[in-house]
């Protein structure tokens, strides 16, 4: 499959271990969050997602945290896999109906 | 089977023509979006469509046009003037703020993307 990013930032984790992703993001208006997924080739797949009025929000193996006085994000993947390897993007928005703003990315390759 | 469409997967294209990407959804969203994306950096906002017969241009909206004549459907035109359109396309929808479930707050959904390679 293609690409979808040449020069990104790359973290490496051995196969059960935890990863941890970080993001900073721009706005301190923002007031929504979001992490996705990208697999080579393919379109952005939703992970999990956090309101400004909270600081961390659990879902299936994956943790948000949100440190709004840093504007600082983080996803924690618990006991990563060879299934998530793959681009993981954040993204912030302000309230309403206005689009989402993207960060760089992160390419994640678990070693088996 | 509900979701979003791009088509094609792949597209070529010489140099000067003009070349249309198709995006559906029935997912009965009110606001659509096209995103462009380059190796090495993230999803530039192309143009943005809240309701039908309206649209706003986003950072990289130059050499590219729109329309949005019914609710499931946002194609986008890369135009000639448009000088370095090989890239990735990635379109969205999202429902309107507060009818987006209750776990999620304002989620975009994302096609599956088409890759235009310009010869």
């Known amino acids: 499959g293609e690409s979808v990013g040449l020069h990104l930032p790359t973290l490496s984790v051995q196969e059960g271990d935890n990863s941890i992703i970080n993001c900073a993001y721009s706005n301190s208006a923002s007031d929504y969050f979001i992490w996705y997924k990208q697999e080579s080739g393919k379109g952005p797949q939703f992970i999990i997602d956090i309101r400004s009025n909270m600081d961390k929000r659990q879902g299936q193996r994956v943790t948000v945290l949100l440190n709004k006085t840093v504007k600082h994000l983080s996803l924690q993947i618990a006991a990563t896999q060879p299934g998530d390897s793959a681009v993981y993007f954040c993204?912030?928005?302000?309230?309403?109906?206005?689009?989402?703003?993207f960060g760089k990315g992160t390419r994640l390759s678990v070693i088996a | 089977d509900g979701g979003i469409t791009q088509s094609p997967k792949y597209l070529f294209r010489k140099e000067g023509q003009n070349v249309t990407l198709s995006c559906e959804q029935n997912?009965?969203?009110?606001?659509m979006y096209w995103y462009r994306q380059d190796p090495g950096q993230g999803l530039r906002l192309i143009y943005y469509?809240?309701?039908?017969?309206?649209?706003q241009k986003g950072d990289i909206a130059e050499g590219y046009s729109v329309s949005r004549e019914k609710k499931e459907s946002f194609p986008l035109t890369v135009t000639s003037a448009q000088k370095n359109p090989t890239a990735f396309y990635l379109c969205?929808?999202?429902?309107?703020?507060?009818?987006?479930?209750?776990?999620?707050?304002?989620?975009?959904?994302f096609g599956p993307g088409t890759r235009l390679t310009v010869l």
């Open positions: 993204a912030e928005k302000l309230s309403g109906n206005t689009p989402l703003v």
């Open positions: 969205a929808s999202s429902p309107p703020p507060g009818l987006a479930g209750l776990n999620s707050y304002n989620e975009q959904f």
């Open positions: 469509s809240q309701i039908v017969n309206d649209f």
């Open positions: 997912l009965n969203h009110d606001a």
